[in-house]
């Protein structure tokens, strides 16, 4: 029985002690713990030895430069296979024609296309061509009615270049069914690639199907260049091969979670250096407009390959002794301050969690030993009193002379738990504050990489090209549409017409013919913002126009007329949206179009249509706007100021087209701590360490106050009124922890003391 009563004390103790897991020590074990972990951090990630020759920056604008082509090289491929299709389309719905005619159309009206030809399906037998000779033969005629047939595809010419082409059926009661056929090649329409930067398109094998920027060996001069000719070559192989076997990741495995902008696989790679200069490249694969959403361009599996020679920086930023020194620091701060927790919070804690066990058993032979101060101080003279309550002394007699000095019962230690905790996290604000707010501070000295500036001007001088083809584009499906609606149309087949227009091509709001006299007489769309020209159809001096100067949101409208019809015309107004969809790109920033007034059109952010650019933006528009020879080249510039660094650059409309007399300029800017600098990533690791410090330091203290520190004051109180005389309040512990079993023991002494009042007045009763 003895036995059976050992192990029930036993298994009390343990579930006891298992309880105390929850009390003052896992804030303290914790926040040693993280303190430990951050100066590794620090040590680590503020004091490297080295650091990359190559910033990540760099490297990042290469990704986002072969994201560019690849978006600019899928719409390019769509865009001419709609193209093809909707002509002959349109010329299917209409009078046959001879083929002759078809192509010449088609030449008058696209110029996109290196070789036409149209061919007899049946016999095979080639009706008429137009350009460069199309390789029919490599088309088997013959499966065009199976699934897919009619899709685009790559052929090899015999000299070892390839081709796209692109098919379209043209078809017409009691003849031979007809198809059109199109040949391009792959290069990339209105990429700015600048002077030293090569690209290529890659198959899926990792074969080059074309390059552009790598000059062949036979075409420079001395041996020097030579070599650097085949050095260059070889390395766009070897990056070709990688990117091609990378590219076939699903593009959610391939992409770091979180990161976003490019519907597809893209990354970056480092080759080689010589004599100081670095190749990298960036390299991104065919994508659709929307994740997971393909088209015919992505169906035909490229990639493309940009690569450039970056010279590298043998400097460094930061060695490592600031990150040691930081370290150190941190470990010496952070012991102080784990150090005074558990000396003067644990310790005295744990010393009076066992004092109140042992008066609890009955133990009062030896004095309480009492805490210095604090809570913990108040506690033990309360015990101290009531042990001598135990002993039998009245409680005013126990209040004169607790064994604890001369300090008086009810007397408050002035430095409570409390400001011990404000003490500790003082001392880690002191390693905490500096590195949040004063060291390793990027200022307006930062070096930012040339090649970066340089990106950022031939990335937003593609955009305004892709821009400004987009809306020519727009133009030549007009000019198309008016040319086939013709003078013999009726206004119920025009709207059939112009609904197909509109729904092929995403980039019209509204799309109307409006007589000579301002009447629209066919629409498909919404309603027209407004007529050009007037309600009395005047002339429109420009074939791409703003039919309006204010507003929220402005109405560019193209127009084409009709022959044969008297001064009617095809009017098509594009989707703002549309415009504003052709900006959005990753790692430019900010992205605006502006006009010829330098009033915003669009941007890829909110923006007020028609507002005004900041001053020294509008100044670098007027600077790039000023023609060196044919055209006004693009700029770009790195601003200083108090306000810190900030890249910017413009790029006015070049070439052709309806869309160059808009005169419109793109113009992007972005603050330069965004992006991957060397400078700027010293100071975001600082600022990270030091937040991490903060957030230690209040998590763990502050799990203190409110777990151990806050029950203790109010234990204090309860202890003291106690030892007071107060016998009627019922004390409860709120946690199973250390202070839960003192204020379990204190409400055991409570009861013992009320058991002792009843024996000692249960005699005095009967004497009455």
């Not at 959403?293 to 460094?316: I, Q, W």
Request: hydrophobic share 40%; net charge positive.
């Amino acid at each position: 029985m003895a036995a059976s009563s050992s192990k029930r004390r036993h298994k009390v103790r343990r579930r006891a002690d298992m309880s105390l897991l929850g009390g003052i020590r896992p804030p303290i074990a914790v926040l040693s713990a993280l303190l430990l972990s951050l100066a590794g951090i620090t040590a680590l990630g503020l004091g490297r030895a080295s650091q990359d020759s190559v910033p990540e920056a760099v490297l990042t604008s290469q990704q986002h430069f072969a994201e560019d082509g690849a978006i600019t090289m899928r719409a390019s491929i769509d865009e001419s296979v709609t193209d093809l299709t909707r002509t002959a389309g349109l010329f299917s719905a209409g009078d046959p024609v001879s083929p002759d005619a078809v192509l010449d159309k088609i030449g008058s009206v696209y110029q996109k296309w290196t070789g036409t030809a149209v061919v007899e399906i049946e016999s095979g037998r080639m009706l008429a061509a137009r350009g460069e000779n199309v390789p029919v033969t490599a088309v088997d005629t013959g499966r065009l009615a199976e699934k897919d047939g009619l899709s685009p595809r790559i052929v090899r010419l015999q000299n070892g270049e390839s081709r796209l082409l692109a098919f379209a059926l043209l078809s017409w009661p009691d003849r031979p069914q007809q198809l059109l056929m199109a040949s391009n090649s792959l290069r990339f329409p209105g990429i700015s690639k600048g002077q030293f930067r090569s690209i290529a398109v890659v198959d899926t094998t990792g074969h080059i199907l074309s390059r552009d920027g790598v000059a062949e060996p036979e075409q420079v001069k001395t041996a020097k260049q030579r070599a650097d000719a085949k050095r260059s070559a070889k390395q766009l192989d070897s990056f070709a091969a990688t990117a091609a076997n990378k590219t076939k990741q699903h593009p959610l495995k391939a992409k770091e979670p979180g990161s976003g902008g490019f519907p597809g696989v893209s990354g970056s790679l480092r080759g080689n250096s010589v004599r100081g200069d670095r190749a990298v490249a960036g390299y991104a694969a065919l994508a659709g407009p929307q994740p997971g959403e393909g088209t015919l361009a992505t169906s035909l599996g490229l990639t493309v390959v940009a690569m450039v020679d970056v010279a590298e920086d043998p400097t460094r930023v930061a060695g490592p002794f600031f990150g040691l020194v930081s370290a150190a620091a941190l470990l010496l701060i952070g012991a102080l301050a784990v150090a005074l927790l558990l000396g003067t919070v644990q310790r005295p804690l744990l010393k009076l969690f066992l004092e109140s066990r042992r008066l609890t058993r009955g133990d009062l032979t030896r004095p309480v030993s009492v805490p210095r101060f604090g809570e913990t101080a108040r506690i033990g003279r309360a015990l101290e009193r009531l042990r001598r309550q135990l002993l039998g002394e009245p409680a005013d007699e126990a209040a004169g002379n607790t064994g604890s000095g001369p300090s008086r019962p009810g007397r408050r230690s002035r430095l409570g738990s409390r400001a011990l905790i404000v003490i500790s996290g003082v001392l880690l604000l002191a390693w905490s504050a500096p590195m949040l707010l004063l060291f390793n501070r990027a200022d307006s000295t930062v070096a930012v990489p040339e090649q970066v500036v340089s990106d950022q001007r031939e990335r937003t001088h593609t955009i305004s090209d892709r821009v400004r083809r987009a809306l020519n584009e727009g133009h030549a499906d007009l000019v198309s549409v008016a040319s086939l609606i013709g003078n013999r149309t009726s206004p119920d087949d025009m709207e059939k017409v112009l609904e197909r227009t509109r729904t092929e091509h995403q980039r019209y709001r509204s799309i109307y013919v409006r007589s000579a006299d301002g009447t629209v007489q066919a629409r498909a769309g919404e309603k027209p913002h407004a007529l050009p020209g007037g309600s009395k159809g005047k002339p429109l001096s420009q074939p791409i126009t703003v039919l309006n100067e204010s507003g929220k949101e402005p109405s560019v409208a193209g127009y084409a007329e009709i022959p044969g019809r008297n001064g009617a015309m095809v009017i098509g107004e594009f989707r703002i949206d549309f415009i504003n969809a052709l900006l959005k790109r990753p790692g430019l920033g900010q992205v605006r179009v502006v006009d010829s007034e330098h009033r915003v059109i669009g941007g890829n952010t909110g923006y007020l249509a028609f507002d005004s650019l900041p001053e020294r933006l509008d100044e670098l528009v007027s600077g790039t706007n000023q023609r060196v020879g044919m055209n006004a080249p693009a700029g770009a510039v790195v601003y200083r100021d108090g306000d810190g660094v900030q890249v910017a650059a413009a790029s006015p409309f070049a070439g052709g087209g309806a869309a160059k007399q808009l005169r419109w300029t793109v113009v992007s800017w972005q603050p330069a701590s965004g992006l991957a600098i060397p400078e700027y990533n010293l100071q975001n690791r600082t600022v990270l360490a030091g937040l991490l410090g903060v957030t230690a330091a209040v998590a763990c203290l502050g799990w203190l106050y409110i777990v151990v520190v806050r029950p203790l004051r109010e234990l204090a109180g309860q202890a003291e009124s106690l030892a007071d005389g107060d016998r009627r309040t019922v004390l409860f512990p709120h946690h199973h922890d250390e202070v839960g079993a003192v204020t379990r023991s204190l409400e055991i002494v409570r009861q013992q003391l009320q058991e002792q009042r009843k024996r000692d007045s249960a005699p005095l009763v009967g004497r009455n």
